[in-house]
């Protein structure tokens, strides 16, 4: 046995006999057949413990006055005691009618049969008890071999299950090995590609150069001809001295064609009266928050940036709960909690998706901007109504989880609100936040980023004064904004309007009253942004008239039904696919899909006419 300290080993020595220490050692088949004897032992001796009477007797009777014996009790037991109580009883004077009972033994004396039987009693006392102690030796053996038993067959099972992790790693190792071998010749690939277009780009530039070059020495050849040497280098040098056409510090292109506006390099204190709203270009390229209290014109202002958003070229998502398409023309509307919930959810993972195309696709971070503006995908997201999402907006569940078993992110609105306002600008999905304060607990209660608010949003404070008569808050026309990073609030003046903009359409008015109608821009642009993220519009099928699973699944529920006319607000509710329901805004995607190869046409908002096969 293994000791923890001297101390342990004398006590336990001293509480162990040398017949134990003997019986220890011995092999298991011999313990066994020692505690067989002492059994044996025990029960022989018990056996005959049992037996026979251990001392003397002497029965006697009672003579009665009729000269009768009467030897036995009422219980029919017989008088009797051992010869030294007998003689004690005739010391302390026995009655004369005691007499010795005849009949047993010699004159009523019958002799101990077993004499020997406390001996025999103590004999298997003593055997079932070294019986017991050397099974109890045994047991205590048996549990500390147990213990190294059960430690081996735990060893034995450790020993297995990393032997087959290994192999298992050691098979993963080499797929790992062969997937990094087979990236990397991809992104060796992709580089070369990526280098020839670059220097394509590069060889093209140069020669466009060459060739401006070609033609202002021709055009200043026209320009010169006939004239001296002399007279050819007065016209250059009043060339140089000219403002026109090139502009020189402050002076705007406003400045050249507006003569009221004389602001040079040395003179910059006059400004034009339309530079006074340059601080709205600032808000189309960066995230940014509008907020002001009840009446400050919030909502005007707004508009109005989004129109020079539009007009810059950019596509527009307005996240309105409560909107109406009425009064967001030219845009894609989202409005219901639900439905924005689960636009927040692509967003992100289109934000996700972008970062990873932009870290494969082996482009500097100027380039892949560019890439996106050229294919279109400059998207910016109005976030109307923010202060109330917090209390409305609950994380989408996805489409392979259980619904006892979804518990939504309680933070989703902050996660969501982080991630537009920090990574937004570098993927050209900018958003614009429209709230009633700037504080954290009303920016999606994201309390403790305050300094992440100073540092990624540009900040728009819209300012309302009272009206004396009416006492109700009214837009001021004036405002301070700051820009990210800086602690500096500047004054503004905001634009003057004479209505709210609800058309966005670049080909349309201000303000209409007809019903809203969607043209053919707009539908590719929420075709590419709902359903075709990332893709022209063109190259969205390899074949012109095939139809996405989802949609093909429409068009055979449409002609299934027989129906010639299908509005989406009719069908909607019985249209479903493995037991899943879904918006108006999906359906009328694939609705599209459908008008688009020419199987149906549409005859109203949301309604369309299959063509008959």
Not at 37 to 54: E, H, K, N
Not at 282 to 291: A, D, E, K, V
Not at 525 to 532: A, D, G, P, S
Request: hydrophobic share 40%; aromatic share 10%; with cysteine.
């Amino acid at each position: 046995m293994n000791y923890l300290t001297d101390k342990h080993k004398q006590l336990s020595e001293s509480q162990q006999s040398g017949l134990m220490k003997w019986f220890g050692q011995l092999p298991m088949d011999k313990k066994a057949v020692a505690i067989g004897l002492s059994l044996t032992v025990g029960i022989s001796s018990a056996a005959m413990a049992w037996q026979g009477t251990s001392s003397d007797r002497i029965y006697f009777c009672v003579k009665t006055p009729k000269k009768t014996l009467v030897c036995q009790d009422k219980n029919n037991r017989p008088f009797r005691m051992t010869p030294f109580y007998w003689s004690q009883w005739k010391l302390e004077g026995m009655p004369t009618q005691i007499v010795r009972n005849p009949v047993m033994g010699v004159n009523g004396l019958v002799k101990a049969t077993n004499p020997y039987k406390p001996f025999w009693a103590f004999g298997g006392f003593l055997g079932f008890a070294l019986a017991g102690w050397m099974l109890r030796h045994c047991q205590d053996e048996e549990k500390q071999r147990a213990v190294f038993e059960d430690i081996a067959q735990k060893r034995d099972a450790a020993k297995a299950e990393m032997a087959a992790r290994s192999e298992l790693l050691e098979s993963y190792r080499d797929v790992a090995i062969a997937e990094v071998q087979l990236q990397a010749d991809l992104d060796l690939i992709a580089n070369d590609r990526t280098v020839d277009i670059q220097k394509a780009e590069i060889y093209a530039h140069t020669e466009i150069e060459v060739t401006q070059m070609e033609a202002t020495d021709a055009i200043f050849e026209a320009q010169t001809a006939g004239m001296t040497e002399q007279q050819k280098a007065d016209y250059i040098k009043q060339l140089r001295e000219m403002k026109t056409p090139y502009l020189q510090g402050s002076q705007t292109l406003q400045g050249t064609i507006d003569p009221n506006d004389k602001v040079t390099g040395a003179d910059n204190q006059a400004i034009a009266p339309g530079d006074k709203y340059r601080w709205i270009n600032n808000t189309i390229g960066y995230p940014t928050l509008i907020f002001g209290g009840m009446g400050a014109g919030k909502s005007w202002t707004t508009r109005e940036i989004i129109w020079k958003k539009v007009q810059a070229g950019w596509n527009i998502v307005a996240l309105d709960p409560h909107g109406t398409i009425v009064e967001w023309r030219g845009v894609r509307l989202i409005t219901g909690y639900k439905e924005i919930a689960e636009f927040m959810q692509w967003y992100m993972d289109e934000m996700r998706q972008r970062y990873e195309d932009y870290r494969k696709s082996g482009m500097t971070e100027e380039q892949w901007t560019e890439n996106l503006r050229a294919s279109g995908k400059m998207l910016s997201v109005i976030c109307e109504e923010f202060t109330t999402w917090t209390d409305n907006i609950v994380e989408p569940m996805p489409d392979d989880c259980e619904d006892e078993k979804w518990k939504p992110d309680p933070d989703f609105i902050g996660k969501w609100f982080r991630c537009a306002m920090t990574e937004s600008r570098k993927q050209l999905m900018i958003p614009l936040f429209v709230a009633h304060d700037r504080t954290m607990e009303i920016l999606a209660k994201a309390k403790g980023l305050s300094k992440l608010r100073d540092a990624a949003l540009l900040e728009v404070e819209l300012i309302a004064t009272i009206d004396p008569i009416t006492t109700e808050a009214k837009a001021s026309g004036q405002g301070k904004i700051k820009l990210p990073g800086h602690g500096q609030w500047i004054d503004i003046e905001l634009p003057k309007l004479d209505q709210k903009r609800i058309d966005f359409r670049l080909d349309r008015p201000v303000t209409s009253n007809e019903p809203p109608t969607i043209d053919k821009a707009t539908l590719e642009r929420i075709y590419e942004l709902e359903f075709n993220l990332g893709n022209k519009a063109g190259d969205t099928q390899d074949e012109p008239n095939k139809l996405s699973p989802m949609a093909q699944k429409l068009y055979e529920y449409l002609t299934r039904t027989e129906r010639i006319e299908a509005d989406v607000r009719e069908f909607k509710g019985n249209f479903k696919v493995n037991g899943e329901r879904f918006t108006v805004e999906q359906i009328k995607g694939w609705m599209y899909e459908i008008v688009g190869t020419g199987l149906a046409d549409w005859i109203a908002e949301g309604v369309i006419k299959l063509n008959q096969i």
